[in-house]
């Protein structure tokens, strides 16, 4: 039953890293298109939170990983 659990674990953790990595990314390209729209920039707002989202989501992620392993 212990490997079944390894593998929930392990799943979980895939899954999580995924959102984790995804969500900032997302929420940049959103909040970005609705300041371009407000504002008529054409897309330079959404491109530099997509960059941010970016960062902030492998960070993230990183620091995820990090807790995980020790």
Not at 36 to 43: H, L, Q, T, V
Not at 47 to 55: A, H, N, T
């Amino acid at each position: 039953m212990k490997n079944n659990s390894d593998y929930l674990k392990a799943l979980s953790l895939f899954f999580q890293i995924g959102i984790t990595i995804a969500a900032p990314i997302v929420l940049g390209a959103i909040l970005g298109n609705f300041i371009d729209n407000k504002i008529g920039s054409g897309s330079i707002v959404s491109i530099i939170l997509i960059i941010f989202g970016v960062i902030a989501g492998f960070r993230s992620a990183y620091i995820l990983i990090m807790r995980v392993m020790k």
